[in-house]
């Protein structure tokens, strides 16, 4: 015979232990922390602010420049499968030459520019010095 047990019996589980409240002085503490963090941190000045901040806007045209940059290589895969596509099945080249005619003045440097950037990016990326990039 087999023995069931109520799933409203939990006096077979362990206790988990417990903690006093303390959270207004884990509030406290917190913000006791964050100041001195803030007060560790070097300040900018004038000049300095605006160097980053222009450096910042450049950084996001790049990278803006480089997701457009992205997408069109994905348009250009799409185009080039649907030309092997039609290649294979229905045995007509058009659409496979029209892309074979606009690969090496058009496709390439797309390709080249998203490769300079990728390697761009990750070089010249997030500084872990800077608290700004967080």
């Known amino acids: 015979m087999r023995q069931t047990t109520s799933l409203d019996d939990t006096s ?16 406290s503490t917190l913000l006791a922390d964050a100041e001195k963090f803030r007060s560790k941190s070097p300040k ?18 790049i990278s803006n420049i480089i997701a457009a940059d992205f997408f069109l290589i994905l348009a250009f895969l799409a ?7 039609s290649s294979t099945y229905f045995k007509n080249d058009a659409i496979q030459l029209a892309f ?21 990016g990750g070089a010249f990326g997030n500084n872990p010095d800077d608290a700004d990039n967080e």
């Open 44 to 61: 900018k000045t004038g000049d300095e602010a605006v160097g980053d901040a222009i450096g910042q806007s450049i950084k996001g045209v």
């Open 100 to 120: 074979n005619g606009i690969f090496q003045p058009v496709v390439q440097p797309a390709l080249g520019i998203l490769m300079i950037g990728s390697i761009a």
């Open 79 to 85: 185009w080039f499968l649907a030309g092997v596509v």
């Open 12 to 27: 077979s589980l362990p206790s988990l232990p417990t903690f006093p409240s303390s959270a207004p002085d884990d509030l």
